[in-house]
Structure formats: C-alpha cells, structure tokens
C-alpha cells in the first residue's frame, strides 16, 4: 500500500492561487485529485498519467488549475490559480498502482490509495 500525504492547503481570497503537493511513499502509475465539499459527493479534478505525462481536468478548473509531475520525488503537484469560492472543498490525493490506464480514472474507486485531506477555502 503506498501512503500519499499532502500539504500546501489554505485560505486565500478570489482569484488567488494555492499549490497542492501529493508525495508518495512508493511508486506509482496514475496519480489525481478529488475535491469534497460540505453536503456534497467527491469529484474528480484532475489526473495524471505518470508514464508518457498525459494529463485530464475537469470542465470546471480546466484553464485554472495544472497537474504536474515533480519529477524523481514519487511527487505530484496541483497548481490553482484564479481560485473561485466554488472551489472551497477538502482536496484529496489518490494513487493507483495498476499501471493499465484506462476510462474511469474519474471514479474514487480506480485508485488503491488515498491521502488525509487538505482543506482549501475561498473567500469572496
């Protein structure tokens, strides 16, 4: 099981901007954000294909946010600018080891491993 731990959450007011990092304890294939907001499901944010850097967003951050790869740290970086109120939730990091990639990297459930959470709050 690999261990994820994030950091870098906070409060910042809108339009500003936060970054996110996800280090893994080992190595991993696919690697994404989710996002959960009070009285809401998780959704996905973004994914990261480790190998060959392929990279999906959802609609609502697309041209905001960028998922990147710290290269040789097992590291994974999620860059938020022109933050929105709505973008308020507790961001999670996950982890898949299988390294078939496939459709439902938008499903909690393709990922093997999970991180403890960081909060990111947006002031209007």
């Known amino acids: 099981q690999v261990q994820l731990v994030e950091s870098g959450g906070g409060l910042v007011q809108a339009g500003g901007s936060l970054r996110l990092s996800c280090a893994a304890s080992?190595?991993?294939?696919?690697m994404a954000w989710f996002r959960q907001a009070p009285g809401k499901e998780r959704e996905f944010v973004a994914v990261?294909?480790?190998?060959?850097?392929?990279?999906y967003y959802t609609d609502s951050v697309k041209g905001r946010f960028t998922i990147s790869e710290d290269n040789g740290k097992n590291t994974v970086i999620l860059q938020m600018n022109s933050l929105k109120p709505e973008d308020t939730a507790v961001y999670y990091c996950?982890?898949?080891?299988?390294?078939?990639?496939?459709?439902?990297?938008?499903?909690?459930?393709?990922?093997?491993?999970w991180g403890q959470g960081t909060q990111v709050t947006v002031s209007s």
């Open positions: 996950a982890a898949r080891i299988n390294p078939l990639f496939t459709s439902s990297f938008n499903r909690a459930d393709y990922y093997n491993s």
């Open positions: 080992g190595r991993t294939f696919t």
């Open positions: 990261m294909r480790l190998s060959g850097g392929s990279t």
